[in-house]
């Protein structure tokens, strides 16, 4: 693209004035005022032949693979024209999850000239810079030329999961201390431990008979909690889970109690993979072990998108349950309105508990609840107070429902929701029932 720049403008301009005035004076002239738009755009097109040099033109962009919601970045812009020592500008194009400190483009000179931008990540999310956007001036000055370059450079932003980290260290420091020792319960569990000497108050079923015949007193089995439990942790992400709690959307604190269990359960030794659904499946990791797969499950969480459209329980729950070779632990973390809404729900998750063990995650209505209890000072608020307490009661047949369908359900506080998440996954393991 190309287009006069203000120096062609103010030329004009100054040409124009006087050719006008002398036309007026002297209507035998009148051609002067002609010809100096000719030489102008004679100038013009000698500026813009002489200034094309798209064919050496070459720019690239560099930014960090990834970041942290709130973090700042610099986006480095590299650009020259070969050759021809004249001034770049640049701007890039970005996505509204992140948001430019102060500027989006400068000025960078033409031979290995680089511009540094810096931007803070507001979204979690893969942020995309899809396009540059360069110009520069002819020899004249009084055109630019202008060009539009694609460009695909994404970065992660990831969860803050620094106060999740905090919290895993404490919750695993407690129930370290609670017993002992992390991860092993005397008396609980299914894998061997080691024997030792029975003890008043153990139960007869820890009692070793034929080992204790032959050492001549009682020996107890000690076991430890069965490590290697595979543990899913599958996000609803369609429009219901996008809706805000206390400025932060329910997703978001999904994935960062999703990210906080995951933690903990990869300290523990059990599998963890990531399933993400809102109208049809959409982020699937494979199962990984070990705490150095933290980072994969962190970047695979970022790819979790906000969604408008409603969710699809049925093909979410079947397409994940024919990917699950052996018995696991299902965590949804997800939120419904009424029965009817939840119906399809249901059925899918009776044929999801035949096999599996299920857990949902559900946040507390705090919207409704305070609506619910709020002191009526009109007719109105009788009328909105009524309204709400109908549908926490609906709510509450539907966990019930659940319940008896042979799912666990824990309704929480959002600010409370990763560590009673851990707490009964330590319960489960507690009581062997993964």
């Known amino acids: 693209m190309i287009y006069p720049s203000g120096k062609a403008v103010w030329a004009a301009a100054a040409g124009a004035i006087p050719a006008f005035l002398i036309a007026l004076a002297l209507p035998s002239f009148w051609y002067l005022g002609l010809l100096?738009?000719?030489i102008l755009l004679a100038f013009l097109a000698v500026d813009a032949a002489a200034g094309r040099g798209r064919a050496s033109l070459s720019a690239?962009?560099?930014a960090p693979p990834q970041v942290g919601v709130g973090g700042?970045?610099?986006?480095?812009?590299?650009?020259?024209?070969?050759q021809r020592a004249r001034m770049l500008q640049a701007r890039v194009g970005h996505d509204q999850r992140v948001e430019p400190v102060t500027r989006t483009g400068g000025a960078l000179p033409a031979k290995g000239g680089t511009l540094d931008l810096e931007f803070t990540a507001r979204r979690r999310g893969i942020a995309s810079f899809d396009r540059i956007w360069l110009r520069w001036n002819g020899p004249f000055g009084l055109i630019w030329n202008q060009v539009v370059l694609p460009m695909d450079r994404k970065v992660a932003i990831l969860p803050d999961v620094s106060s999740a980290r905090d919290e895993a260290i404490t919750l695993l420091q407690r129930s370290a201390l609670a017993d002992g020792h992390a991860q092993r319960r005397a008396g609980q569990g299914r894998e061997f431990e080691a024997l030792k000497d029975y003890q008043p108050g153990m139960g007869r079923r820890m009692i070793d008979w034929k080992r204790s015949a032959r050492h001549g007193k009682l020996l107890a089995r000690e076991f430890r909690v069965e490590e290697n439990n595979n543990i899913v942790l599958a996000i609803d992400s369609g429009?219901?889970?996008?809706?805000?709690?206390d400025g932060v959307p329910k997703v978001d604190r999904a994935v960062t109690a999703a990210l906080l269990s995951a933690f903990i359960a990869l300290k523990g030794g059990d599998l963890v993979s990531l399933f993400s659904f809102d109208a049809r499946p959409r982020v699937s990791s494979g199962a990984v072990r070990g705490s150095a797969s933290?980072?994969?499950?962190?970047?695979r969480a970022a790819e979790i998108d906000y969604s408008s459209e409603e969710?699809?329980?049925?093909?979410a729950l079947t397409t994940l349950a024919a990917k699950l070779d052996r018995r696991s632990l299902v965590i949804v973390f997800t939120d419904f309105v009424d029965p009817i809404s939840a119906e399809l729900m249901l059925r899918t998750v009776g044929r999801l508990t035949e096999r599996h063990l299920v857990l949902f995650m559900l946040m507390k209505d705090v919207e409704l609840e305070t609506l619910a209890d709020m002191q009526p000072t009109k007719p109105e608020d009788v009328a909105r107070a009524v309204t709400a307490g109908g549908l926490l009661r609906e709510r509450q047949v539907v966990i019930g429902r659940l319940r008896l369908l042979g799912a666990h359900v824990i309704e929480a506080d959002h600010q409370r929701l990763g560590p009673a998440l851990v707490e009964r996954y330590i319960q489960l393991k507690e009581e062997n029932l993964l």
């Open 36 to 38: 100096w738009i000719c």
């Open 60 to 62: 690239s962009l560099s």
């Open 72 to 82: 700042r970045f610099t986006v480095h812009v590299a650009a020259s024209l070969g």
């Open 239 to 245: 429009r219901l889970m996008c809706e805000p709690v």
């Open 294 to 299: 933290f980072m994969m499950i962190q970047k």
């Open 311 to 315: 969710t699809n329980f049925t093909l």
